[in-house]
């Protein structure tokens, strides 16, 4: 029987200011591969499985290990497994797929492990990636931008605390397009997602907006019977090769 090596990749969504623009629009992590195969293209972080890990965690420890990041949301993609996908052997990879805060995006992921080998490109306009992974990429955004229409992801991507003007432009970001903000304001406030907190923006000289939260007691996403959050390890060095 072949040998069939099992691997785990993430790919991890944030809103950052756009390079250019300044706008926040939707980002994802990459790593700048440093051995062949695809020496010096970049790919998705992630790594080997652990034969003593589940899949959930070898996908945190991965993702840590790699980035520093550690996600609110995190959530299998899919199983990518063509047999050519790699040209060193048979590889199998199970994606995951993260969403992260802006608070929990901090010095140490900012510069990365190795500033030259880990960084954050526009979702939209990556450069093209080893292995599958442009493949793997354009699946995820169309699993975020399909959930984001009908579920409470977003909140992955917000603060605890929000206007509803700050929360449009996180969808505006997921989907990549204007919403009109009387259309948006009617659905959010009607859906039952969205909690006001009571409290207003502090300052500005005109009335100040009203704060909301999102109703913890639901979940970002139904993940069904079997939905459990694997746990997010502590970081630690070397960061991994991915498959």
Do not use: C
């Amino acid at each position: 029987m072949p040998e069939i090596g099992l691997a785990v990749s993430t790919v991890i969504f944030a809103l950052r200011p756009h390079p250019e623009t300044g706008r926040p629009v939707l980002s994802i992590p990459l790593v700048r591969r440093t051995r062949d195969p695809f020496e010096g293209r970049w790919a998705l972080p992630g790594g080997w499985v652990d034969p003593a890990e589940s899949l959930g965690t070898s996908a945190s420890r991965t993702l840590v290990e790699t980035t520093g990041v550690r996600p609110s949301y995190l959530e299998q993609l899919y199983t990518f497994g063509a047999p050519d996908r790699s040209p060193t052997g048979r590889v199998v990879s199970v994606v995951y797929w993260a969403l992260v805060r802006p608070e929990q995006i901090g010095e140490r992921t900012d510069a990365g492990f190795d500033a030259h080998n880990v960084a954050w490109f526009v979702a939209d306009a990556l450069p093209h990636l080893a292995f599958d992974h442009d493949d793997v990429v354009a699946y995820a955004l169309w699993r975020l931008r399909t959930k984001v229409e009908y579920s409470a992801i977003a909140q992955g991507l917000i603060g605890s605390t929000f206007t509803l003007s700050e929360l449009r432009q996180v969808h505006e970001a997921v989907l990549d397009r204007v919403l009109d903000p009387a259309n948006f304001r009617r659905q959010v406030e009607s859906s039952g997602t969205v909690v006001a907190t009571g409290e207003h923006v502090q300052g500005g000289r005109h009335r100040p907006p009203r704060l909301y939260r999102y109703d913890t007691s639901a979940p970002l996403a139904d993940l069904g019977p079997l939905a459990a959050d694997p746990p997010i390890p502590t970081p630690a060095d070397p960061p991994g090769e991915n498959s």
